[in-house]
T-cell receptor
């Protein structure tokens, strides 16, 4: 079974530039999560999708971050414009259902550096 | 105060030692997860607990729902166990209850 795929693995941009990350979840997983993990911290949820609908985006900085999962499969997360404090690892995860008793499967992450 | 607190933040052990990592939480939960994160970022799920104790190889996880506390134990530690161990809790099904709240992690280094 293929795992969660993410690209790119690394990205370096200057502040005020834009960047996009891509995630392809495990086949059949209806729930998809995007997390931001700042160095030394645990992951913080940015947005949760159930199929192609948004379940929770309460911690997504909507003035600069956007995400979509148009066909209910793969997803993109965009930052525009980037700030220095956006430097972090962006993790995508998927699970069978929006239930915390289900295992979440994580992708390798995208390490973003904003200079 | 964070909703999920882990201790210690950093832990250095000699190969073969018995290791304990603790997790305390302040919210009502239906599930607690222990996760392992190696350098490079990849996160792997180790255990999901709602009560009692689970064992997998040299790893043992326990949870006390009344005390809102969980422990992860590693017996006969090995340098390959060096990683960050993260505790995460969730409230159940649906909406934001289905989300996990993560601790900051415990960085374990096992010396040969």
């Amino acid at each position: 079974e293929a795992g969660v795929a993410q690209s790119p693995r690394y990205k370096i941009i200057e502040k005020r530039q834009s960047v996009a990350f891509w995630c392809n979840p495990i086949s059949g997983h209806a729930t998809l999560y995007w997390y931001q993990q700042i160095l030394g911290q645990g992951p913080k949820l940015l947005i949760q999708f159930q199929n192609n609908g948004v379940v929770d985006d309460s911690q997504l900085p909507k003035d600069r971050f956007s995400a979509e999962r148009l066909k209910g499969v793969d997803s993109t997360l965009k930052i525009q414009p980037a700030k220095l404090e956006d430097s972090a690892v962006y993790l995508c995860a998927s699970s069978l259902a929006p239930d915390s008793s289900y295992e979440q499967y994580f992708g390798p992450g995208t390490r973003l550096t904003v200079t | 105060k964070n909703e999920v607190e882990q201790s210690p933040q950093n832990l250095t052990a000699q190969e073969g030692e018995f290791i304990t990592i603790n997790c305390s939480y302040s919210v009502g939960i239906s599930a607690l997860h222990w996760l392992q994160q190696h350098p490079g970022g990849g996160i792997v799920s180790l255990f999901m607990l709602s009560s009692g104790k689970k064992k997998h190889g040299r790893l043992i996880a326990t949870i006390n729902i009344q005390e809102k506390h969980s422990s992860l134990h590693i017996t006969a530690s090995h340098p390959r166990d060096s990683a960050v161990y993260i505790c995460a809790v969730g409230g159940g099904y649906g909406g934001s209850q289905g989300n996990l709240i993560f601790g900051k992690g415990t960085k374990l280094s096992v010396k040969p």
